[in-house]
């Protein structure tokens, strides 16, 4: 395995939950800095959320605060993305990244390697 696979994604109603997992690889996967990214139709793909490695310090985009967040189990190499009150601005293919370095970025060009991408659709 040389990238993240990311499992779920679907049709949630505004206002649900909806969980995306993403397993990562390598023997450092513990330091790696783990992200989540997401891109809409015709808008360039921003940053979601990221915890560092080893620390595993959080952090979140402000549209997100407070509704997402990013479980690590690390014995699994297993990140998660929890999205709870799912809003019509929040629609858009999820991305996990996976960084060699402990350092977490809001740049996806700052992401070594990518899961395949999980659609996911917010209906009203």
């Known amino acids: 395995q040389v990238q993240p696979v990311e499992f779920g994604g679907g049709l949630v109603q505004a206002g649900g939950s909806l969980r995306l997992s993403c397993r990562g690889f390598?023997?450092?996967?513990?330091?790696?800095?783990m992200g989540w990214f997401r891109q809409a139709p015709g808008k360039e793909r921003e940053y979601v959320a990221t915890?560092?490695?080893?620390?595993?310090?959080?952090f979140y985009a402000d549209s997100v605060k407070g509704r997402f967040t990013i479980p690590r189990d690390k014995s699994e190499k297993m990140v998660y993305l929890q999205m709870d009150r799912l809003e019509p601005e929040d629609p858009a293919v999820y991305y996990c990244?996976?960084?060699?370095?402990?350092?977490?970025?809001?740049?996806?060009?700052?992401?070594?390697?990518w899961g395949q991408g999980a659609q996911v659709t917010v209906s009203s």
């Open positions: 990244s996976q960084s060699v370095t402990p350092y977490t970025s809001t740049r996806p060009e700052d992401s070594d390697h």
């Open positions: 390598g023997f450092a996967f513990g330091r790696n800095a």
């Open positions: 915890i560092a490695g080893s620390g595993g310090r959080l």
